[in-house]
């Protein structure tokens, strides 16, 4: 049995255009389309180009001096569900204490003040203005947003830790393990998910907080009012003032990472 | 054929050892079981019609999570006008409360385990 020219061409021909024609069956709206709302922020959300944070130190250092104050990490481990892992090369942390030393190594010398001498100071992502860890990330599960925070999707991340080789602050932390188990099941916040195990995760400037319009939780809680949180590009905000009223340092500015978190020392 | 009838008989048993997973399900009456996803009481309108949320929630879920995580939106309104947080666990979760019987019910029958549950926090009373 063979098949003639003729017979060939109009058995493709159908073919073809059957093919085409499922296309067209899928626009005409056959198979339904997932969206037919909008989307929208919420009403009452915090905004701004550029959100930065001034630490002053002296009122925190006074306050941590006299009762060892550690307030703010608390508050923010607690909102975040971060875990509480004791061992070093394994712990998690979003916000935490650095000795002066270790903070600024390049500001700091041999005659450094002594007031200053291994004091802790408060150490947390820098949300830089150029952040190497959203260079090197091979999926772009950390970026910037347009509002200058870096944030992480967790989502996305592998766990290559390249980010963590990156950043200079430390400011980033691996799961080793699963941290559900270094959680207090009934202390863990429902309204943050958890991360998992092989995920680097670090402090994400509390977005999902001023999407509901509310200040980080770290700002929120500081009785010494030691952490001051708005927008650089406004002339009039409050870390403008400061800014302009304080001499302020930065982490090792001279790596031209161009951090959001600034100092008073 | 020697030893037909020895044959044959194997042949039989095997055969009705090996389907009789299938005959154990239909004498129990489970064969036609389907999944049946435990809907809110008090709740009658969802973000999308029920045929196009069972179709396509997956992608939907995945758009809601681009949103929020990458983007700035976190309010989906429908087209009937009224307003959802793009989240799991103050949006969907308010009103399918019971994981068990609502996201579990058609999983466990399709034996699919997506991974939402790793990261994020179920609600409290499944525990």
């Given at each position: 049995m063979g098949i003639n020219r003729r017979d060939f061409l109009r058995v493709t021909g159908v073919g073809t255009l059957l093919g085409l024609g499922g296309g067209v069956v899928r626009e005409l709206g056959i198979v339904k389309r997932v969206e037919a709302g909008t989307y929208q922020p919420q009403p009452n959300a915090l905004t701004a180009r550029r959100w930065a944070m001034v630490v002053d130190m002296r009122k925190c250092l006074e306050k941590v001096n006299q009762d060892g104050c550690q307030d703010c990490i608390l508050a923010c481990h607690a909102v975040h569900n971060v875990p509480k892992i004791q061992d070093p090369k394994h712990e998690v942390k979003w916000l935490w204490k650095e000795p002066y030393e270790n903070t600024f190594p390049s500001q700091h010398?041999?005659?450094?003040?002594?007031?200053?001498?291994?004091q802790p100071f408060l150490a947390l992502c820098n949300h830089c203005d150029k952040p190497p860890c959203v260079r090197v990330c091979p999926t772009q599960a950390t970026f910037r947003r347009p509002d200058g925070i870096v944030v992480m999707d967790y989502h996305r991340c592998i766990g290559c830790r390249y980010c963590m080789a990156a950043c200079p602050y430390g400011s980033r932390s691996f799961n080793w393990s699963d941290p559900r188990k270094a959680l207090e099941a009934d202390k863990t916040n429902p309204g943050f998910p958890t991360r998992t195990k092989g995920v680097v995760e670090k402090c994400n400037f509390c977005d999902e907080r001023l999407a509901e319009g509310l200040p980080p939780r770290c700002v929120e809680v500081c009785t010494v009012k030691a952490l001051t949180f708005g927008?650089?590009?406004?002339?009039?905000s409050d870390v403008r003032k400061l800014l302009r009223s304080y001499y302020t340092v930065q982490r090792k500015p001279e790596l031209g990472t161009k951090p959001e978190i600034f100092y008073i020392v | 054929m020697y030893d037909a009838g020895k044959i044959l008989t194997g042949l039989l048993l095997f055969l009705c050892l090996i389907t009789s997973p299938i005959w154990y399900n239909l004498a129990a009456g489970k064969a036609d079981t389907k999944p049946d996803p435990k809907l809110p009481a008090q709740e009658k309108e969802c973000v999308a019609a029920r045929d196009v949320i069972v179709a396509t929630h997956m992608s939907l879920l995945n758009t809601w999570r681009d949103k929020v995580v990458r983007g700035a939106d976190r309010e989906y309104v429908t087209a009937g006008g009224k307003v959802f947080p793009l989240s799991l666990s103050e949006g969907c979760m308010k009103c399918h409360a019971n994981k068990a019987e609502f996201c579990d019910a058609c999983h466990n029958y399709v034996a699919v385990s997506p991974y939402c549950w790793d990261c994020h926090v179920e609600p409290k009373e499944n525990k």
């Open positions: 010398h041999e005659f450094t003040e002594e007031r200053l001498h291994g927008d650089l590009e406004d002339p009039e | -």
